[in-house]
């Protein structure tokens, strides 16, 4: 196992004018756990079918430690790269068993009897199926399925595993127990995971890092943690989170729903403006006396407080936490205890 390296990759199809990937460089460490987020059609699948051997760059290079996989000239066939890729539809074959499935890639590869056996127990114990191996696809639930086809990735031993928007197809419920298995899985493999999901909630659940895509290209790569406290631009900071952009003029009035610790910080940073868009999580804004007006447009009952949408004065919105109950219409006044600069 090693370290995955994507030089400066580009993939440009021939039949679109727009590249589908534009010049993204990023490095996965060994046993790192990366989430690859970004809106339907950013390019996602297409990083994850270069990185597997399944499309070639148009430019840039893969490396998989010293070893080159793939750049302009040469390119190292999908079943050199021990890899493996799981995919949104399962792709299980309906007349095998279960066990039968998880053996397939060994029994591609020659292996058979006890060596094979033995190998697709383990595999099954470590997605907690153990007891399903004789079963058919068609009688277990999605969950299973998708258990059974990360067994199944898991069996070769892969270096680096490959999921693209494995949860797709799943409701809610099941989908927060199958991200629990991933990150076990991805604890007791040690495998090299690259996670492709459009969801930024469960990119932050799961990955130790998250790389944000637009338009075919990377925005941002950084912790989860990171990446909330600190995104770089607008569109990181309104995929992330919740929060809400603010365009706020530095000169006049502007800089007025800050309170002074906020204001002051945010001015440190000097990067010469007349205005800044500063992104506002709603635990940063208060509800308190002696602020900015700002009326109520939306309420939401969440249990243990109510998340409210808020416009200002001048129509642009904020979002707030409220503790106790307030009305649609209701006007109220607030100051921001902090915010970023995007
Ligand atoms: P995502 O997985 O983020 O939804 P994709 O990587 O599938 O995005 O697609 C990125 C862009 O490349 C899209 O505009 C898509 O239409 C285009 N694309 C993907 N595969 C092909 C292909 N084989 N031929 C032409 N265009 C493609
Ligand atoms: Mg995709």
Redesign the pocket.
Known sequence: MAQLILDNIS?Q????D????SGVSLTVREGGFLA?L????????????MIAGF?QPSDGAILLGEKCLADGRAMVPPEHRNMAMVFQSYALWPHMSVAENVGYPLKVRGLSGQARDAKVREALASVRLEKFADRRPADLSGGQRQRVALARCLVTDPDVVLL??PLANLDRHLRQEMEETFREFHSRSGATMIY?T?DQAEAMALATDVAV?SE?RLLQVATPEEIYARPQGRLVGELIGQGAILSLPLIGEGLRLLDWPAMRALLEDRRPSTQIDILVRPQDVELAEGGVPATVTSVLFEGERYAVRLSLLDGQTLRAFAREAVRVGEKLHVVIRSAWRL
């Open positions: 993939k199809f021939d039949t679109t727009r590249a589908a990937v690859l970004g809106p339907s059609g950013c390019g996602k699948t297409t990083v994850l079918r499309e693209d928007e492709v459009h895509m075919g």
